[in-house]
């Protein structure tokens, strides 16, 4: 079993199918996950993106400048973070979001130092604001703090159950990758994560999974060694 994780949460993920905005009944099966996963005895640092609110490269910033429009990009993964926060402390569980973008009134200022020491302590942390960069992704985020926390394994809960040659809902020919490494990701080009995140993790030797949040409990299997998804291997 992993002992730390970083687990990447997608914006869209939250929107539970709906498109725009948070389920409200989903988001608290994903804090059951999690909960289950941290009373297993692991460690837990989430990246949540913003997708469901807001992208800086979407149809809506069409007219607006990137900067702008990413500022708003990560401003929703705070909304998604706070959410997810409040679900988890439902649970009776200690959950800290730290944010890239300083905002005292709503979230800790992200200090790798006082991650460390809050996942030491079992606390779980929610790292929010992405990078704090534009231009950037929350993938990017992920591979980052997961190196930063020295997590085992980056794993990465999609609506799609691994990494396929193709995309399995539009081509019935393609097949799933067991497994595969990030310079074939590169090579062949998949978008499974932007390149920006897949050569960060490929350079600094961290593994990561790609697999399906919309299993019930496929989060606890990951996290307990179970063969699911995709795993990359540096
Ligand atoms: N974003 C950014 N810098 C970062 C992370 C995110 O500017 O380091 C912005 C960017 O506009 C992005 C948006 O935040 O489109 C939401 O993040 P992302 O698209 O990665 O969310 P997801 O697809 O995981 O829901």
Known sequence: ?????????????????????????????????????????????????????????????IDMDRVAADHMGMLSTVINAIALQDAIEKLGLFCRVMSAIEMHQVAEPYIRRRAMRHLEKRRIV???????????????????RAMEIKADVLLKATSVDGIYSADPKLDPTATKYEEISYMDILKLN???????????????????????????????????GEKLGSLIIP
């Open 190 to 224: 998949l978008r499974v994560m932007d390149q920006t995140a897949v050569s960060l993790l490929k350079d600094n030797n961290l593994p990561s999974i790609v697999f399906s949040m919309k299993v019930p409990g496929n989060i606890v299997r990951v996290v307990n």
């Open 1 to 61: 079993m992993y002992k730390r994780v970083l687990l990447k949460l997608s914006g869209e993920a939250l929107a539970a199918g709906k498109g725009f905005g948070i389920d409200a009944v989903f988001i608290h099966k994903i804090a059951a996950e999690i909960a289950a996963v941290h009373a297993a005895g692991c460690e837990i640092a989430i990246v949540v993106g913003g997708g469901n609110f807001f992208r800086g490269v979407a149809q809506q910033a």
């Open 126 to 144: 929610i790292f929010a604001a992405g990078t704090g960069n534009p231009y950037f992704s929350t993938d990017t985020a992920a591979s980052l």
